[in-house]
């Protein structure tokens, strides 16, 4: 089993008020058919929902770093998950493409409630729904969904869709994202600043590779 970290030359997610850099460890990965079936109410009340986002992106800027787990089985990313979350890991997110992820993270946020612990790879509002059913706090995607975005704007659950160039970082903020997850290999250092000076809601932090995140 390999796992890299990937830094700032990988993603950046940045926040309306904040820039972050975005870990993750990779394993391998194929897809999950999961059989879960749980039972979760959705707190109606609008401020409880504005307030519980705003908790988990306030963990996750605290953090810094969300770790990304893949594995070849739901057995392996749940071993693994908590060792990370045993040696200080405080926000993890399991993708989809996972077997089992579901499983997993209904039992990681069951063992670990004080971690915030999301779904990534969400691609259909199906997936996203049910990983609210498995209690996740947060959804990532690689590219912006939209109709995940107007399901959970407003709702508890914090969704970051994914970005590689200045148009669809705007685009993604304009539909009302709180968060945007740049994808840097995509897009070269001078663009990134020139990005950062052009939306004056992302903070700018120089970092010693020279690339602002």
Known sequence: MAMTMAGVGGTALCARGRGLRSASCNYSLPRSSSSLSLRRGR???????SLQQ????????????IACLRAQSGELALETAREALDEGISVLEITMTTPNALEVIAELVQGYP???I???????????KRAELAGAKFLMSPATVKDILDSFKDGPILYIPGAMTPTEVLNAHALGAKIVKIQLSYISAWELQQLFYLMPYLTKAQCPSGILV
Request: aromatic share 0%; hydrophobic share 35%.
């Open 118 to 128: 999301g779904a990534g790879t969400v691609l259909t509002s199906e997936d996203a």
């Open 114 to 116: 004080s971690a915030v």
């Open 54 to 65: 705003t908790l988990t992106l306030e963990a996750i800027q605290k953090s810094g770093v």
């Open 43 to 49: 707190d109606n009340n609008p401020h409880t929902h």
